[in-house]
């Protein structure tokens, strides 16, 4: 990783806990599992101030993939986040959508039909609203990742249980930042 985006990503910490973000090893498992597993196409729910968004991005820069990451706070953390996203040097690789999910997940009819991976860091009740729409949406060997699995566990229960009884997922949830709910395609 550039020292430019290390020391970007280290200054966004400082106000971890006021943009909610996720934790640093969070940041790197997200950014290992995309090289890894080559994904190119990536859809983010909770964009905040773009700390997230910069640990995703920056793994695709190096797959030749694509962020598109939701935000619904329009007077604050969807500018601050094109701001960082800009700083960082990664926007090319970037699409900021400005809206509230589900409403504002891209249509099916329009580009990327699927995605690789989503990563879910919004609102813990609306969840099982996000996964309705999109569990056709996920490629095969595709994930969808929820933060806070451990941290919000009875919040999370009902969404948890719903990802389970579908045959063509398998899950696990880790014990990584606040605890990550891992669904694979298989
Ligand atoms: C936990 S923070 C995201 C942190 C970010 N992923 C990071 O680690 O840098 C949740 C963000 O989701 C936004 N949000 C909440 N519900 C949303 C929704 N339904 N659609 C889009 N954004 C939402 C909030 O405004 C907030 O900025």
Redesign the pocket.
């Known amino acids: 990783m550039l020292p430019r985006i290390q020391n970007l990503l280290k200054s966004l910490e400082v106000t971890r806990e006021t ?4 934790h640093e090893e969070t940041g790197k498992f997200l950014n290992l599992l995309i090289v890894s597993q080559k994904y190119k196409t990536v859809l ?10 910069i640990w995703l991005a920056e793994a695709l820069s190096h797959t030749k993939g694509h962020l598109y990451t ?4 329009l007077k604050l ?1 969807f500018h601050l986040a094109t701001e960082n996203f800009k700083k960082s040097g990664l926007s090319k690789y970037i699409t900021q959508i400005p ?3 589900p409403q ?1 997940i891209p249509p099916s009819t329009a580009k990327p039909k699927k995605f690789d991976l989503v990563f879910f ?3 813990k009740h ?1 969840h099982i609203s996000y996964w309705k729409l999109l569990k056709n949406r996920i490629n095969k060997s595709g994930t969808i990742i929820t933060d806070n699995a451990i941290s919000h566990k009875k919040e999370l229960t009902q969404f948890i249980k719903e990802v389970q009884k579908n045959k063509n997922f398998t899950s696990v949830i880790l014990p990584v930042g606040t605890g990550l709910f891992i669904a694979i395609k298989n």
């Not at 983010?44 to 968004?53: F, L, M, Q, R, V």
């Open positions: 943009f909610w973000n996720i983010e729910i909770g964009t905040s101030n773009g700390y997230s968004g939701i935000e619904s706070n953390r809206g509230h999910a504002a860091d919004a609102t609306e």
